[in-house]
């Protein structure tokens, strides 16, 4: 008990007690601020040793010494009654709170203020050193794979003129297309492949994000009649590069430029063309490279999906075919753009029924032309309701052409329309997987599952696709569908918001509508809302607008207007006959006999009970 009064007296608890939280706030400052200037964690270790170390100093000291007005002196010998260990120990006392308050205002500080935030660079860490993880896991899995996919990246135009830029691109095209031709070898894309044109993106990433194994990457210099090639296959998990070349030729010696670049890279994959492709690459080409140069051109145009794009591309595919009446991949691209093409004034029926006659003629000229398969499986799907003669055109089009994403999308589409949500999903993965960089063809997975009533997965596919590409208006389109028949009013008013300005609508317009629907909504709740958007959709006539009216009056039960809506001419029926089977917006009517009977009249299979969980 003395020594611990004499302990007391000589304030060596109260040093012990300042030191200690003196030493915590100091260790946290230092673990704050030395990172900061650079400095590791071992500096901070030294800054803990130290401290350690000079704690029990620091008790000695203070049972050795006292401090009195002459100084620092022995504690021996101080005059007992002249001491100023009292005063001494309420300087201490002050101290310690000070030292306590600053340590709990770094305490609130550290909680409130650096934690969050420490936190979030852990989590952000944690997330890069996944995906850093999950790189290595991929590009190991890639390397122990066999080697049956590649990605064509848009070659580089050198040439000084962004209008030469059609032919590089259109080189990079007709390469991919040549080497979907190979049996046992699985072709990215356009879609996924162009996204990465002018980007400074690591090889082996761009192969990660697109699931191939090789990729393929040049230049182009085009100058009058003259042109210089160069072509190089990297291997994507080590940066290895197979096999380059460079080709200073005519343009008449684009066509063998290319054979050779095939070619050398079937032979370095060790895969082959057998007879019967050897065939069709031969017809594919026209001999005329004029007529080439112009087919060039109209992709270039036509891959800009606008309808100047398409009218340009018509132009330029029509001018190819007066060069080459035999040139089959030229009345494909033409039948292409007037499919797409909206003519103010013009029904879609006579676009199809134009487009149709192209793609026969396609079709007489090379009928094992995967494209042409295609195009025909859309145009009889879209104008003549052939479900049957679709899905053997789609198929088709995969056995011929089974790199081409587009005859996977499509038919993925029909399967959905037909309820067959299995085998729809299916083959949309195969889109994908050729595709993967797509909005089209995410968009439209979002939209089949919808149809599929998995409404939670709708909405993950539409937002992931919009995270990937947050221009597609389409999609935005999609997901305000998708909420507004959820309920969900606010969130489907900002997606339309964002799909309408995307489309290029006028902006004061946009907020007129959407003021509109928001205050409709106010006043009268959902059927407000929806009462708002019959009236603009009656106001825009645009070529649906019937249909588009029809649904929304279904969707409020309001059945004699939505019938009488329904029976509307041909876009109504092409509406009808997409969707009638799956769209949810038809479920307030699907009961009356009316709605049977139409289904009966357009030649639709018989309704069945949609699979909730396809």
């Given at each position: 008990?003395?020594?611990?009064?004499?302990?007391?007296?000589?304030?060596?608890?109260?040093?012990?007690?300042?030191?200690?939280?003196?030493?915590?706030?100091?260790?946290?400052?230092?673990?704050?601020?030395?990172?900061?200037?650079?400095?590791?964690?071992?500096?901070?270790?030294?800054?803990?040793?130290?401290?350690?170390?000079?704690?029990?100093?620091?008790?000695?000291?203070?049972?050795?010494?006292?401090?009195?007005?002459?100084?620092?002196?022995?504690?021996?010998?101080?005059?007992?009654?002249?001491?100023?260990?009292?005063?001494?120990?309420?300087?201490?006392?002050?101290?310690?709170?000070?030292?306590?308050?600053?340590?709990?205002?770094?305490?609130?500080?550290?909680?409130?203020?650096?934690?969050?935030?420490?936190?979030?660079?852990?989590?952000?860490?944690?997330?890069?050193?996944?995906?850093?993880?999950?790189?290595?896991?991929?590009?190991?899995?890639?390397?122990?794979?066999?080697?049956?996919?590649?990605?064509?990246?848009?070659?580089?135009?050198?040439?000084?003129?962004?209008?030469?830029?059609?032919?590089?691109?259109?080189?990079?095209?007709?390469?991919?297309?040549?080497?979907?031709?190979?049996?046992?070898?699985?072709?990215?894309?356009?879609?996924?492949?162009?996204?990465?044109?002018?980007?400074?993106?690591?090889?082996?990433?761009?192969?990660?994000?697109?699931?191939?194994?090789?990729?393929?990457?040049?230049?182009?210099?085009?100058?009058?009649?003259?042109?210089?090639?160069?072509?190089?296959?990297?291997?994507?998990?080590?940066?290895?590069?197979?096999?380059?070349?460079?080709?200073?030729?005519?343009?008449?010696?684009?066509f063998a430029i290319q054979d050779d670049i095939a070619t050398r890279i079937s032979s370095n994959l060790k895969l082959t063309f057998s007879d019967n492709e050897n065939n069709r690459l031969a017809k594919r080409h026209t001999p005329n490279a004029g007529a080439y140069e112009l087919y060039l051109k109209g992709r270039y145009y036509w891959?800009?999906?606008?309808?100047?794009?398409?009218?340009?591309?018509?132009?330029?595919?029509?001018?190819?075919?007066?060069?080459?009446?035999?040139?089959?991949?030229?009345?494909?691209?033409?039948?292409?753009?007037?499919?797409?093409?909206?003519?103010?004034?013009?029904?879609?029926?006579?676009?199809?029924?134009?487009?149709?006659?192209?793609?026969?003629?396609?079709?007489?000229?090379?009928?094992?032309?995967?494209?042409?398969?295609?195009?025909?499986?859309?145009?009889?799907?879209?104008?003549?309701?052939?479900?049957?003669?679709?899905?053997?055109?789609?198929?088709?089009?995969?056995?011929?052409?089974?790199?081409?994403?587009?005859?996977?999308?499509?038919?993925?589409?029909?399967?959905?329309?037909?309820?067959?949500?299995?085998?729809?999903?299916?083959?949309?993965?195969?889109?994908?997987?050729?595709?993967?960089?797509?909005?089209?063809?995410?968009?439209?997975?979002?939209?089949?599952?919808?149809?599929?009533?998995?409404?939670?997965?709708?909405?993950?596919?539409?937002?992931?696709?919009?995270?990937?590409?947050?221009?597609?208006?389409?999609?935005?389109?999609?997901?305000?569908?998708?909420?507004?028949?959820?309920?969900?009013?606010?969130?489907?008013?900002?997606?339309?918001?964002?799909?309408?300005?995307?489309?290029?609508?006028?902006?004061?317009?946009?907020?007129?509508?959407?003021?509109?629907?928001?205050?409709?909504?106010?006043?009268?709740?959902?059927?407000?809302?929806?009462?708002?958007?019959?009236?603009?959709?009656?106001?825009?006539?645009?070529?649906?607008?019937?249909?588009?009216?029809?649904?929304?009056?279904?969707?409020?039960?309001?059945?004699?207007?939505?019938?009488?809506?329904?029976?509307?001419?041909?876009?109504?029926?092409?509406?009808?006959?997409?969707?009638?089977?799956?769209?949810?917006?038809?479920?307030?009517?699907?009961?009356?006999?009316?709605?049977?009977?139409?289904?009966?009249?357009?030649?639709?299979?018989?309704?069945?009970?949609?699979?909730?969980?396809?």
């Amino acid at each position: 008990m003395k020594l611990l009064a004499e302990l007391k007296r000589r304030n060596v608890l109260r040093v012990g007690l300042a030191y200690l939280a003196g030493a915590w706030l100091l260790i946290q400052v230092t673990e704050t601020l030395f990172p900061v200037f650079g400095l590791s964690d071992a500096a901070v270790r030294v800054v803990v040793i130290v401290l350690v170390i000079g704690f029990v100093p620091a008790l000695v000291f203070a049972w050795v010494f006292e401090l009195t007005p002459q100084g620092l002196m022995r504690e021996s010998e101080v005059d007992r009654s002249k001491s100023t260990t009292v005063a001494t120990s309420k300087k201490l006392d002050r101290a310690i709170t000070v030292v306590l308050a600053l340590a709990l205002m770094y305490f609130a500080f550290d909680k409130f203020v650096l934690s969050p935030q420490r936190e979030a660079d852990l989590v952000e860490s944690a997330t890069q050193a996944a995906i850093e993880q999950a790189l290595e896991e991929e590009r190991a899995k890639q390397a122990s794979s066999p080697h049956e996919s590649i990605a064509v990246l848009p070659f580089v135009n050198l040439s000084g003129d962004e209008e030469n830029e059609y032919f590089s691109d259109g080189l990079t095209e007709t390469l991919l297309h040549m080497l979907a031709q190979l049996p046992d070898l699985r072709v990215s894309a356009r879609t996924s492949s162009f996204a990465f044109k002018g980007k400074n993106v690591d090889i082996r990433d761009i192969a990660l994000a697109l699931g191939v194994a090789y990729v393929l990457e040049g230049s182009v210099q085009k100058a009058g009649n003259r042109i210089r090639i160069t072509a190089q296959l990297i291997r994507a998990d080590d940066g290895f590069h197979l096999w380059s070349n460079n080709y200073d030729r005519t343009l008449d010696d684009i066509f063998a430029i290319q054979d050779d670049i095939a070619t050398r890279i079937s032979s370095n994959l060790k895969l082959t063309f057998s007879d019967n492709e050897n065939n069709r690459l031969a017809k594919r080409h026209t001999p005329n490279a004029g007529a080439y140069e112009l087919y060039l051109k109209g992709r270039y145009y036509w891959n800009q999906r606008t309808n100047d794009g398409y009218r340009k591309a018509i132009e330029l595919f029509q001018q190819a075919i007066e060069l080459d009446p035999n040139y089959a991949r030229a009345y494909v691209g033409m039948a292409d753009s007037y499919a797409f093409l909206q003519v103010e004034g013009v029904s879609q029926l006579d676009q199809y029924e134009k487009a149709l006659g192209i793609t026969k003629r396609a079709l007489e000229i090379d009928d094992a032309l995967g494209e042409a398969h295609a195009s025909m499986g859309l145009l009889i799907h879209d104008k003549d309701w052939d479900f049957a003669g679709a899905e053997l055109q789609y198929r088709q089009a995969i056995d011929l052409s089974p790199s081409y994403a587009s005859a996977y999308h499509w038919y993925g589409e029909l399967l959905g329309q037909l309820q067959r949500f299995d085998e729809a999903f299916e083959v949309f993965g195969r889109a994908v997987a050729l595709d993967p960089l797509s909005s089209a063809i995410s968009s439209d997975v979002g939209l089949s599952w919808y149809f599929a009533r998995d409404h939670d997965r709708a909405i993950t596919v539409l937002r992931k696709s919009i995270e990937a590409d947050p221009t597609f208006s389409r999609t935005h389109h999609y997901l305000a569908e998708v909420h507004a028949h959820l309920g969900q009013h606010a969130e489907a008013l900002l997606a339309q918001q964002k799909g309408w300005l995307l489309a290029g609508d006028d902006p004061a317009e946009v907020e007129q509508r959407i003021t509109a629907l928001r205050d409709a909504m106010q006043r009268s709740g959902p059927r407000g809302f929806w009462q708002a958007q019959i009236e603009l959709a009656q106001a825009s006539r645009g070529p649906d607008w019937p249909v588009d009216v029809a649904a929304m009056h279904a969707r409020l039960g309001d059945s004699d207007q939505a019938f009488a809506l329904l029976e509307r001419g041909f876009s109504a029926r092409l509406f009808a006959m997409l969707f009638l089977n799956v769209d949810p917006a038809w479920d307030g009517i699907r009961d009356d006999p009316r709605f049977r009977e139409l289904v009966r009249r357009i030649g639709l299979p018989s309704l069945s009970a949609v699979s909730p969980d396809p």
